[in-house]
């Protein structure tokens, strides 16, 4: 079961470069998620999807841009990165709403670093 | 808005000892609540859920129950094992699918 693929699993970004954090999911789920982690931090969403070509923005969304054209990819933009994007990113899905369905899978994570 | 504060770390016990991580939320509604752990190099797993007041979850182990009264939802283990060694995440999903974390509690568990 492949569940939540992320890549790549690390990167260094230089300053001003831009790149995308692939995400993609094999279970079919509607809802897709965005998440940053930084040190003895707890996760901040970034964006989320409720279904392919609807996104909405989370807590921490400058800086960052989505897309979602199928349900299983859910692609993370950066554009002109900077320092304070360095962190480490996960992707998450669930099938929905409602108490049954809630349960975020998760990706390995990308660890990224600006500099 | 919904948050999360759960006992920071680290957390170091020996082998065999009894673990409690404590955890407390804010929320509207009837949120569920949830435990994640973090094993090193991996990405969040679902430990253990409970979706209303005076439910217990339970996992491998490791339980908490939902008290509505303190706004609680402690996780316990009455015998931790070296591989427990992780970052334990208490979150809730409230009403409308947002997930909020705390901040991780980090277990050292020595042999």
């Known amino acids: 079961n492949a569940g939540v693929t992320q890549t790549p699993k690390f990167h260094i970004l230089k300053i001003g470069q831009s790149m995308t954090l692939q995400c993609t999911q094999d279970m079919n789920h509607n809802y897709m998620y965005w998440y940053r982690q930084d040190p003895g931090m707890g996760l901040k969403l970034i964006y989320y999807s409720v279904g392919a070509g609807i996104t909405d923005k989370g807590e921490v969304p400058n800086g960052y841009n989505v897309s979602r054209s199928t349900t299983e990819d859910f692609p993370l933009r950066l554009e002109l990165a900077a320092p304070s994007q360095t962190s480490v990113y996960f992707c998450?899905?669930?099938?929905?709403?409602?108490?049954?369905?809630?349960?975020?899978?998760f990706g390995a994570g990308t660890r990224l670093s600006v500099l | 808005g919904n948050s999360v504060t759960q006992m920071e770390g680290p957390v170091t016990l020996s082998e065999e000892a009894f673990l409690t991580i404590n955890c407390t939320y804010t929320?509207?509604?009837?949120?569920?609540l949830f435990w994640y752990v973090q094993y090193p190099g991996e990405g969040l797993q679902l430990l253990l859920k409970a979706t209303k007041a005076d439910d217990k979850g339970s996992n491998k182990g490791f339980e908490a129950t939902y008290r509505k009264e303190t706004t609680s939802f402690h996780l316990e283990k009455g015998s931790v094992q070296v591989s427990d060694s992780a970052v334990y995440f208490c979150?809730?999903?409230?009403?409308?699918?947002?997930?909020?974390f705390g901040a991780g509690t980090r277990l050292t568990v020595k042999p």
């Open positions: 929320a509207t509604g009837y949120p569920s």
């Open positions: 998450a899905s669930s099938l929905g709403q409602g108490r049954a369905k809630n349960i975020q899978y």
């Open positions: 979150a809730l999903s409230g009403n409308n699918n947002d997930m909020r």
